[in-house]
């Protein structure tokens, strides 16, 4: 391959499926987050890919794509989910979030990649009897796409993660393409983070060296020759959660406190600890607190920190996550984990060689 096929990634976040297409051997030339913040972050750590800072729906797609129609070989994006997601309440078709796939659409009929892939949550599937799926997969197909989509485990390909996620594949053409092959890379929480600094409450700094030489393979690929660890820092909890938190034995969660300690929550795994010799459930953007799920560290009496939750997500760590501690937790919990991202970027590279 002379040239590396080139990538457009919208609605963005901070990277996770530009970093996996990267590291799969792909040029992501152009990228669209509407957050600012988390724009700026992303810039930071892919200073070749032009962003544009911007609302999707704003754009004038023929002024901004127009270089790079018929020049680009795959589009990629996770257009927002909350209005699918399984936590709160689900607006489907009441909630424009849910329809920001046509803009997309719009981008993909216009510059004409060769394939394109659509991440969700597993919901975009089945919503309002499949009525989501149906229209995606009928808009694609009427400007000459074969689609193939599937809810694929992340932890199928090395994340140590149960996160699951829809991924649509389209390809131009009438050959359907292949997902990628679940790979059974089984890693642990213990294998993700077992060599990071073990702070108490409010300990950390975003600059501080490693305590220790890498335990697992997993954590030397993480790594990767990075010298300086960055955003671990443990959230300052309060004397009352503390106090919950020392109550509860590695392996346990609320099961053990007394009935006057429990609180009423939508979350199921709240106030309880994260298994070192299992996987984490899914991260979202609230991982600093022991209500929002099952994010307290297996041994320690704090949530995670970002970095841990970034280790978890399979960014490297020399991927630095910039902004405030929100902003951070938002681009860590919102992202597709790279190492996902780069199990689909290898299989469009086995569906196609593009030479």
């Not at 609302?55 to 129609?69: A, G, R, S």
């Not at 009496?301 to 939750?309: D, F, K, L």
Request: contains cysteine.
């Amino acid at each position: 391959m002379a040239d590396k096929p080139r990538v457009i990634d919208l609605f963005a976040g901070v990277g996770g499926l530009s970093y996996g297409f990267m590291e799969a051997g792909f040029d992501v030339v152009l990228a669209n987050e509407i957050d600012t913040a988390i724009a700026m972050s992303y810039s930071k750590n892919h200073p070749r890919t032009k962003m544009i800072n911007e609302d999707i729906t704003k754009l004038n797609i023929e002024e901004v794509f127009k270089p790079y129609q018929n020049n680009v070989e795959v589009i990629v994006g996770g257009p927002p989910c909350q209005g699918f997601s399984q936590k709160g309440k689900r607006k489907t078709i009441h909630d424009k979030r849910n329809f920001l796939f046509r803009n997309y659409f719009k981008v993909v009929e216009y510059v004409r990649p060769k394939y394109f892939v659509i991440e969700n949550v597993p919901n975009i599937l089945t919503a309002e009897n499949g009525l989501f799926k149906k229209e995606i997969i009928s808009l694609f197909e009427s400007i000459g796409y074969s689609i193939n989509c599937d809810v694929l485990k992340a932890s199928d390909y090395g994340v140590p993660q149960d996160r699951r996620r829809a991924i649509i594949l389209g390809r131009l053409g009438n050959v359907k393409p292949l997902l990628p092959k679940a790979e059974n890379k089984i890693v642990t929480v213990y294998d993700a983070i077992s060599d990071l600094a073990f702070l108490a409450s409010g300990e950390g700094e975003e600059e501080q060296t490693y305590p220790a030489e890498p335990l697992t393979y997993f954590q030397r690929i993480m790594r990767k020759g990075a010298k300086i660890l960055y955003n671990h820092v443990a959230t300052k909890h309060s004397k009352a959660a503390i106090k919950k938190l020392e109550m509860i034995p590695p392996g346990k969660g609320k099961e053990v406190l007394p009935e006057s300690m429990l609180t009423k929550s939508i979350y199921s795994g709240t106030w309880s600890r994260m298994l070192y010799d299992g996987q984490s459930v899914t991260i979202t953007t609230r991982f600093d607190t022991p209500s929002s799920g099952r994010f307290t560290h297996p041994i320690l009496n704090r949530c995670i920190t970002v970095r841990e939750a970034a280790r978890i997500q399979t960014f490297p760590d020399n991927f630095i996550f910039y902004g405030s501690k929100g902003s951070q937790m938002k681009q860590v919990g919102n992202a597709v984990p790279p190492l996902l991202g780069k199990a689909i970027a290898e299989a469009i590279l086995k569906n196609d060689d593009f030479t």
